[in-house]
């Protein structure tokens, strides 16, 4: 029952937008079953319908959110409180509580400037704020509408209520994290015990996802076991019965979960751990797959959306691992193990150690096994990539922050009474988190820590196994496959396809991927026959590298594991800031740039990277023309005797201009070409199917001349949505919408993908 209403659900929020009608037909159809079929049928069709229905009107509320409408530019004094430790320069999520217009009471992120004491997180205070809202805001980052600049300080605004008090308890319990541990340690105790992860080092971070350990960060099941379990104990110690101390120990778990913040995988637990003490109390059989189905049916029923929720997704394929697959891969360990020392069942079970040990030390294994199993197609389909290291590590490191999560509260604890025990506790509690943080940062940096999946791959794979798996079935149905040679047949094939596909060329067409990096240039071209090229990196700053953050990504989510060339157009840190990151992550046979000295830190730092990858390093020059699976690629500039080093007031120039040609379509990418150079190269340029638009839309690039002599079918216009330059400028779009050019832009489009044939059509991804 609650899969067929998850399921309704997910259909209804994947797919956009559901026709209207069709949750209204489909009621006739399941009244018609639950009356002429066997009510199981029925009922499930019911539910999947009702799930429909709620996921219809959840995707219409969504697109009502009132962050999403805000006007553009304001000012207020609003009140409202931060959800998290605050810090000037650093954004971070604010609860606006009044002041806003249209009433809207929401969470979005504030940047705060002045150097002055803040208040601790949760306290509700006054401020005088101006909003910068996006000019094309997405439905799926509300919270990043925009960004609140706090102007004048804050004042407090003490409200009564127990909300209150918790936001505030919660504040004053972060500011006690770091006094105790710094910030070094801090920000991991701070993600362990209050699942707030804005201060964790992205290097740390990242490290944790690479080595598959990331969950043991994210408040979840396992947590709320720990102070479960801490709780039971202490009323027990104290003399209370094993009833009231049940009831305890939830009520406190809910207290925890509630004082947190409510993390979904949180919220999870702590319901089917309300089940589970339920039911004891009950004096009722306890059935942990029941358990585990209620909470998914009655949280989805309050809220919807928690279905596209990642966290919620894995919390609950790993819990249904635990619940569903720990006995099936205990048996087949014990299986291998048997086989193994070559001895029978019955004689094994009594007397061999080996097995002793695979049930009774192996367990956090099968446990391993049994939760990761499921959530390995999840976890390859949002992040792209899956650990082979996960189980392992886990089993070594759970257990040590399972002894500093206590140790963690009875720290805080500690400290406020005076002697200093509870200081001294926390170095001993540092320690171990420092033993967590380098075995991690080990883990991760070992070869083939993890490997990336394309998503097409993903679904092949699956597709694949299934179809391997249930044909060896139908052939078998006498007996004569046994279930232990499917599941091996169809893993193998589902691998197969994983490796084979990305080598194999299927797609027979060019395809232009524009990444939205914010304000700067990244296009990926993916020639017929499945090589990969590279056009600019992405920005990066102190905060932000594009080519960790989507760049490598978005190539690994496409299938690319190495690049035949890296174009870097010019030296430039919005268009060069990615490469040494996409250079030290993968085979790149490459480098094509101007080749003019510039003497910048950044620019030495991709020269470094390139190096040290061992890749080659080749001079964009006017006339070089090569060939790649019948594309005819040909540099239209820079040309070195048009250049002077000393008249040269502007790196734009040296702007590399590729022009792309396969059968009767062209592409031409200008880089930051300015109209100068434009006019330059007019009388190579043919008419074109796409134009990647010079300088993100600034008025000094793709000129009236360049339009009227290439006629572009589509342009694209790589630019940060409420960028400082106010690009793209209102004299471009004007200049191609004059020109019938249809314009897709990354503020407003995101990420954008085009198909181009040879016969010059173009299929985009969606409608410019």
Known sequence: MALSYASGVGLALSTSPVPTGLPLLLLPACLVLLLHRPWPLGALATLATAGLIAGVATQRAVSTD????????WEAAIEGRFLTRTAPGTSLPFQIESGAPNGCRAVVRALVYEQEELPPAGTRIRIQAGWEGREFPRSQWAE?????????GWSPAPTPGLRAFAL??????????????????????EALVLARREHLNPDLREAFALSGTAHLLAISGFHVGVVAGLLLGLFRIVGARRRPSEVGAVLGCWAYVVGIGGPDAAVRAALILSLLAAARLRGRPVVTSGALGTALLLLLAVDPRW???????????GTGGLVLLREPVARGLERIWLRWIGTTLPAARARSPGLRLVRGGADGIVAGIAATLPTLPLVAWHFDRISLLGILATVVIAPVVATAIPGIGASLLLSLLPGGAGEFLAGGTGLLLQGVARFVL???????????????DLIAALGAGAIVHFFLRWIGSAGRIGPTVRHVAATTAGVAIVLLLPVLPLRGALELHMIDVGQGDAVALRFPSGRWALVDTGPRSSSFDAGVRRVLPYLRRQGARDLEAIVLTHPHLDHIGGAPALLSEMDVRGVLDPSWAVGSSDYLAVLQAARSSGASWWPALDGQSFEVDGVRV??????????????????NDLSVVLLLEWGEAAVLLTGDAPAGVERRILDEVPHLTVLKVGHHGSRTSTSDELLERARPSVALI??????????????????????GTDMYRTDRDGDIQLTIRSNGTVESAGPP
């Open 66 to 73: 009132c962050r999403l409408h805000l006007p553009r530019r």
């Open 144 to 152: 990043w509408s925009g960004i609140l600049r706090v102007r004048d």
């Open 168 to 189: 505030s308890l919660r504040g004053r319990v972060q500011d006690r994290i770091f006094a105790l541990w710094g910030e070094e340690e801090g920000p991991v105790v």
């Open 307 to 317: 279905m596209g929720s990642i966290g919620f997704q894995l919390s609950f394929a």
């Open 442 to 456: 080990w883990v991760s940096s070992l070869p083939g820590a993890s490997f990336w999946v394309a998503r097409d």
């Open 634 to 651: 040909r540099v239209l500039h820079p040309d070195p005797g048009t250049l002077d080093r000393d008249r040269l007031s502007d790196e």
């Open 718 to 739: 790589p630019v940060g949505d409420g960028n400082q330059f106010e690009h793209p400028h209102s004299e471009v779009v004007r200049r191609l919408q004059d020109a």
